[in-house]
């Protein structure tokens, strides 16, 4: 099983940061996938899903700062993060949206939004 996100680090308000999240095909053939993030002291929360067909959704904080993408041959989903701001702070995962998959999330990337 593999979890690989990839991309974060620290950037002004305002930046912009592209994720990337390589996955076993086990989790992400014909799965949708999301990206998650978990901020000090809060619960892990969804914030952008893709079918395996394309189709993407997204939390109303982050929808027209953010774009999820996938590309299927690759077992690889995207998280294109502009605009950021400080409240976006956190830890990004990748899963599979299937609460089956959620017994393990892999290490995650740290995104810090600081001046």
């Known amino acids: 099983v593999q979890l690989q996100a990839s991309g974060g680090g620290l950037v002004q308000p305002g930046g912009s940061l592209r994720l990337s999240c390589a996955a076993s095909?086990?989790?992400?053939?014909?799965?949708?996938m999301g990206w998650y993030r978990q901020a000090p002291g809060k619960q892990r929360e969804l914030v952008a899903g893709i079918t395996s067909g394309g189709s993407a959704s997204y939390a109303d904080s982050v929808k027209g700062r953010f774009t999820v993408s996938r590309v299927n041959a690759k077992n690889t989903v995207y998280l294109q993060m502009n605009s950021l701001k400080p409240e976006d702070t956190a830890v990004y995962y990748c899963n599979a949206v299937l609460r089956k998959y959620h017994d393990y999330w892999g290490q995650g990337t740290l995104v810090t939004v600081s001046s």
């Open positions: 095909g086990s989790i992400f053939s014909g799965n949708a």
